[in-house]
């Protein structure tokens, strides 16, 4: 049997950021599901469940903590989940690597 050789484009895996929106490769951002334990940082990003991405600045996991996340995994964020979040979010650099001000979008309700 012949194989035909077929060129494969490589695909990156794309993403939304929850906290600034910006599409970016998946392994730039940090998934979190939401499990029966509350939301977890998915560190395999293979964890079963609903999921959303977060840039892996602490920007964005701010942002993405005042409402995206639970809009996001349908969810509220419990004290233990802002807890945890918080800790996480604390061991991100400060700095951006990357500078994103594409859409500085003011959500304000
Ligand atoms: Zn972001």
């Given at each position: 049997m012949a194989k035909k050789p077929q060129k494969r484009i490589k695909h990156l895996p794309q993403r939304t950021?929850?906290?600034?929106?910006t599409v970016l490769a998946k392994r730039e951002l940090v998934r979190l599901v939401r499990t029966p334990e509350g939301?977890?940082?998915?560190?395999?990003?293979?964890?079963?469940?609903r999921g959303a991405y977060v840039h892996n600045t602490r920007r964005c996991w701010e942002q993405a903590l005042k409402g995206p996340i639970s809009h996001a995994l349908r969810t509220d964020i419990t004290p233990a989940d802002q807890q945890r979040l918080k800790e996480y979010l604390e061991?991100?650099?400060?700095?951006?690597?990357i500078e994103n001000r594409a859409e500085s979008r003011d959500v304000t309700n």
């Open positions: 950021c929850i906290g600034c929106k939301i977890m940082v998915d560190e395999t990003g293979k964890a079963a469940g061991r991100l650099p400060e700095v951006d690597p």
